[in-house]
């Protein structure tokens, strides 16, 4: 079946450090592949996402790209900030009604 | 636009109290979604609506959860009787089939069960 595995956490970094999530997915069919934010007592608000092999997705300084040759999805960002502390979920969709999620994967930035 | 509306946003109850949980989804979304969240099991799907049509309850944990959707603008999640075990984080979440199915979540209903 569908499936979606991203980097255990936590990753912890510094300031203006750079950024990389891990995603990898299997599914069936062309799926459309999404990354979700999730900050402290709030719920998951979409950060990213891209619908076809090959696009990029992009939002506030984080960006993705479409692998399809190696089923990847991965986050990144140039420069980390302390306010992107966050849980990140990697996920997909494949039609029907129901997206796949991640396990999540807990970001820490240290000032 | 307002966004989906959880409510209430905490709920402190006893074990074996009925708990009902709320949720009004995006005006013109036709598709809901309940998840849990907890530390041990993380996300899990619970059960999920199109056109006020439950399709998929395999996510609900036993025979003491129970969903409705009404009409299109309310849905309720009800735990008969709760357990202590029940304790997380629910979320609703609702989508406008058709677009790609982003899903927009709603702040959560935080329950704990003493």
């Known amino acids: 079946g569908d499936s979606v595995t991203q980097m255990e956490g936590p990753v912890t970094l510094s300031e203006e450090a750079f950024l990389t999530i891990n995603c990898t997915y299997t599914?069936?069919?062309?799926?459309?592949l999404f990354w979700y934010v999730q900050y402290p007592g709030e719920g998951l608000q979409l950060l990213l996402k891209a619908t076809k092999a090959d696009d990029k997705g992009s939002n506030k300084g984080f960006e993705a790209t479409y692998r399809k040759e190696t089923t990847s999805f991965h986050l990144e960002k140039g420069s980390v900030q302390v306010s992107d502390s966050a849980v990140y979920f990697c996920?997909?969709?494949?039609?029907?009604?129901?997206?796949?999620f991640g396990a999540g994967t807990r970001l820490f930035v240290k000032a | 636009d307002a966004g989906v509306i959880q409510s209430p946003r905490h709920e402190v109850t006893e074990m074996g109290q009925e708990v009902t949980l709320r949720c009004k989804p995006i005006?013109?979304?036709?598709?809901l979604f309940w998840y849990r969240q907890t530390m041990m099991r993380g996300l899990e799907l619970l059960i999920y609506?199109?056109?006020?049509?439950?399709?998929?309850d395999s996510g609900m944990p036993e025979d003491r959860f129970s969903a409705k959707m009404p009409n299109a603008s309310f849905s309720t999640l009800k735990i008969q009787p709760s357990e202590p075990r029940d304790s997380a984080v629910y979320f609703c979440?609702?989508?406008?089939?058709?677009?790609?199915?982003?899903?927009?979540f709603g702040p959560g209903t935080r329950l704990l069960v003493l």
């Open positions: 609506f199109n056109n006020n049509v439950p399709i998929d």
């Open positions: 005006s013109g979304h036709n598709s």
């Open positions: 979440a609702s989508s406008r089939q058709g677009t790609g199915e982003t899903q927009y």
């Open positions: 996920a997909l969709y494949t039609g029907g009604f129901k997206t796949i």
């Open positions: 599914a069936t069919g062309y799926p459309s």
